[in-house]
């Protein structure tokens, strides 16, 4: 059973920066595509940020220079590092493991507000 567990959200003024961090269990990480998705309210659930197994990243475009998606497979980590937050960045954002199927983590909390 894969267990994904987001933290790092929090609040940050304009301009900030903030690092998520998803740690996963099980032994498949390292198979797996990890990706970032964000859900602003009133919004539907987008995709942030993804990186294939093999390193291969894609952003949405609207954090394209902005956001870094990593990981570290020796700890069964991705991060997404966001500079030049914007208040519509604000949302839940949501660790996303893909394997066959997809697992979310419970989601963590990023407000971008002064």
């Known amino acids: 059973q894969v267990q994904l567990v987001e933290s790092g959200g929090g609040l940050v003024q304009p301009g900030g920066s903030l690092r998520l961090s998803c740690a996963a269990s099980?032994?498949?990480?390292?198979?797996?595509?990890m990706g970032w998705d964000r859900q602003a309210p009133g919004e539907q659930r987008e995709l942030v940020a993804r990186?294939?197994?093999?390193?291969?990243?894609n952003y949405a475009d609207s954090v394209k220079g902005r956001f870094t998606i990593s990981r570290d497979n020796a700890k069964n980590t991705v991060y997404l590092q966001m500079n030049s937050l914007k208040p519509e960045d604000t949302g839940v954002y949501y660790c996303?493991?893909?394997?066959?199927?997809?697992?979310w983590g419970q989601g963590t909390q990023v407000t971008v507000s002064s």
């Open positions: 996303k493991l893909i394997y066959g199927r997809q697992y």
């Open positions: 099980g032994s498949i990480f390292s198979l797996s595509t």
């Open positions: 990186i294939t197994s093999g390193g291969t990243t």
